[in-house]
């Protein structure tokens, strides 16, 4: 790899002179360590991939956190003891009914497919939400990364101006559990978690810095710290300059943030909730070119008044969804998007006392939109209560495939961590074929 | 010892099992009085030789000097520590340095932070306070081991210590891998699924088998217990259920006392005894026959304690050197050699002969030609990493790049030449001990560490980075340089503070260009310099 040295020093007029001659000598002292910033470590620089990277896929996940009803979503179950008060309607698909709380989407089903048989065996929601966010339990001695990491090492550019990946997740119950988390891919894959708001920390400059002393500040730092790594190597050492080398394209991501460059027509229509705005955000990302972006949703754990809850959290979803879909189309960007909306389980058919429904990680639902995948069609089917999977059944690991695949990632690609290969799912899972298109 | 009753080789069963703990022939290896700093060279370079290569000439004086306090102390030298060790014409000034440094308190604080780190990483607690007081006495690392597996909550010597086996409690395959991996050096985590691929050595027989030692421990109210019963039972890949044996991952199985027959009405008293323990917030009662203790008996027991010592010398000669004989650390087997056989059985056996003395042990590494070695590369290609021809670039942990960061902020005159050692060492605590607070924004490197984007961004824009490093007043380095009027001098009171070392010709001229380019704010240009070498990689490493 070869790197031009930044060393541009705009100088204000007054000191154009003086200023020229401090980048003479920076230009100089860069140019000889030019050729020892290849000793990088290797990781920053996947070899492979690349032409996948040009194909620009991203993934927008909607993280439902705590646990969304598949009854009062994607697999209702009107009429049984099970069903609750919701109806079933039909849908853009003939035959396929899902919950009257997603009239919007139920008119948009051309480019979702409904997976209904998700058995993922853990029922805790900290164990579960990690299980759903690395497609397997966490190995005692193995880190394993997430999938937004995964997707980002995979689809992400080195030197990507906007972040390759993004967390909202900014309610504080069940966050813990949706940490990112790059494991053995290293820090560089961790996201950009915002919890505090919709601007992440430590992105604009601090007041009374100028970005011209912003930038002249970086280019004496590259001129320095390069000189250090002059002849010298080591596992880590590559990628400090290369973080840095990020600061100043991600700062200019910012704007990426800022909804009101949007007009007040789109933001209507995404709606000014948290929700709405994040999604909102999560589409000017992909359409910069940020490869994963999750927004996550809380908080779904209705082991009381499980109807009252999902009367208002399904219609949002089902608006701020439909919209997104919408608009991503309208863009051309919904053929290599692929929106996801996935919980830690789904909730038990069982009404308890309080008119809750519990943890349920048997036989639940999850649904896959765009990149390509089968739209209208469903896949998996539960018992006439949804007590059990009757068809399809599927793990975590299996849907994680699906995932891959439909991004044209290889789910039995190996990474190695030392001699030992770890296929990015684990043996034994395979994607769902009548999923992909 | 009362283990041996229970030892049992079981030849037949597990001769083809090839860890090689095996140990050269003790008449090999260098004599066993010869001081460790002599063995290591000697076998390093031996190995040179054989691989034709040659070594970087040893680092210079102040960046040895940087290099072994970060290494013993976790702080860098002040400016008048620097120049007067470079100033030093004593031949044996880096020898008294280390003997002076092992003696100084911020010794203790350092290794507890890197000890506690190395055990207690992935698991999310600490151990802390149990290590200042073991290493403040230099408790022998087996007597450690022991009461990290075992020590009472109640008793005072080995008060915190047993939270290492409490964090990981929730999890019985994590606590086994674990304990494998640290004090043993062998990750068997892949043979819990399947025999491992690559690896006779390892097969679900082995991990099942350290989980034995495991198996009956559990947590009760935030105490950890031990009973009297259970066995461990898997199934194997081809779907057959089997009952675990309790074997030691050398092939060493060991019998046990019949298991004890629960009946209902047992479990039932157990259970009522358990639960008022809990409400009491009082311990369990300990076993009559504890699995644990039987594996840190077996661990230790002559014959068998060589895997022990080999994988904390190796983990510490990875932490100085920056990768370990045997590498990765935590794959000990026959399919991973060592990169200097000898070398590390040499060390093992010295480890063991001296009481598993830690502080002798670090003594000895850091007093090698090899760990003195620059890290500079000149020119050529770069030598294979296990020949230990080139001083290693080690990213700091958070700990101490805080220590560098807030230390070199300081004004020199913080720390006036006149100042008594002492008082010197008191003060530099005061500094390290108050820049914990950005410690905890930086990263734990691990194996394959990248720094984050984040930590970057951090750096550039944050608010207390601005605070807390690039103050002006009287006690911060900026201070000093805007109060100093001669700007070579500024220059190089600058670099010797921050860098512990005189600046380079090339530098000095950037940094004056930069500033004469910034006539009009000298102050600001100051701090873009502070901050632009404050963030260089010479100082987030140690090199």
Redesign the interface.
Known sequence: MSRTPRSK?C?SP??AV??R??L???AG?AALTTADMTVL?S??QPAMADELKRQGKHVILLWLAGGASQLETWDPKPGRPTGGPYRAIPTSTPGVHISELMPKMAQRLQNTAIIRSLNTGNGSHGDAARIMHLGRRD?????YPDLGAVVARELGQADAKSPDYVAFYTATEGRGNAYGQAG?L???Y?P?FLTKGNT???????EGLSDI??K???A??E???S???????????G??????A??RG??SSETLFDVSQESDAMRDKYGRTLFGEQMLIARRLVEAGTPFVKVSRAWWDSHGQNFETHLELVSELDHVMACLLDDLDDRGLLQDTLVVTLSEFGRTPTINGSLGRDHFAKAWSASLSGCGVNGGSVYGETDEDGQTVKDGEIGAGDLFATIYEALGINHRKDYY????PLPLTNPGTAPVKEVLA | MKCSLFLMLAACLFSTANLWITPANADDLLPADTPIASVINHYVNQRMAALRVQPTPPAEDTLLLRRTMLDLVGRPPTLVEAQAYAADENPHKRDELISRLIGSPGFVRHQADEMDQFLMLSSGGTVRTYLVKALEENRPWDQMFRDLLLGETDDVEQKGAIEFVKRRVSDLDKLTTEVSSIFLGVNVSCAQCHNHPFVDDWTQDHFYGMKSFFGRTFDNGGFVGERDYGLVSYKTTEGESREAKLLFITGVELEQPPVKEMSDKDRKAEKELLDKLKKDKEAPPAPEFSLRAKLVETALATGQNELFAKAIVNNLWARFYGRGLVDPVDQMHAENPPSHPELLDWLARDFINNGYNLQRLIDGLVRSEAYARSSRLPEGDYPPATAFAVGSVRPLRPEAYAAVLKMAATSPDFFPAEMSVEDRENRAEGIVSRSRTIARSFEQPAPGFQVSVDEALLMSNGDRIRSELLSTSSEALLGKLNATPDRAEAINLLFWNVCSRPPEAGEVEAIQAFLSSRQDDLPQAYSHVVWALLTSSECRFNY
């Open positions: 020093f100088g007054e000191h003086s200023r001659s401090f003479g000598a920076a002292a470590d990781l920053t190995e005692a001695s193995i880190k053995f290293g820090a560089r961790l950009m992440p920390e430590n992105l604009s400059a601090l002393d912003h002249e500040r970086a004496l730092r001129l320095l710290s000189r250090f790594v002059q002849g010298r190597s080591g596992e880590s050492l990628s400090h300059n290369e973080a840095y990020r600061v991600l700062m961590v030392g001699s030992r």
